[in-house]
């Protein structure tokens, strides 16, 4: 399973997981899009939060929420991508 550490990581996520959605039909591509914009959004929080740690040079608790909230919706979309693909 991949996982974020930091919001850097998500542009090789990213790729991978198009790449991976690339050969499923149209109709479920379409939701996954949706999904992907979410996980997006979460990252660009992720990475607000990571501003503040570096500022305070030590990880904040909002910055570890948002983490796991990124990597459980990360895994998430994994599992509607295995799904999508046995169907």
Not at 29 to 45: G, T
Not at 46 to 57: F, M, N, Q, T, V
Request: charged residues 35%.
């Amino acid at each position: 399973m991949l996982q974020i550490e930091t919001s850097e990581d998500w542009q090789k996520i990213d790729q991978e997981l198009q790449n991976s959605t690339k050969n499923l039909p149209f109709y479920i591509r379409k939701d996954l899009d949706k999904i992907n914009k979410n996980i997006c959004a979460c990252v660009s929080e992720l990475s607000k939060a990571e501003i503040d740690c570096r500022r305070k040079h030590k990880p904040t608790q909002t910055f570890l929420e948002t983490r796991d909230k990124c990597n459980e919706m990360l895994r998430d979309y994994q599992k509607m991508i295995m799904m999508g693909t046995l169907l």
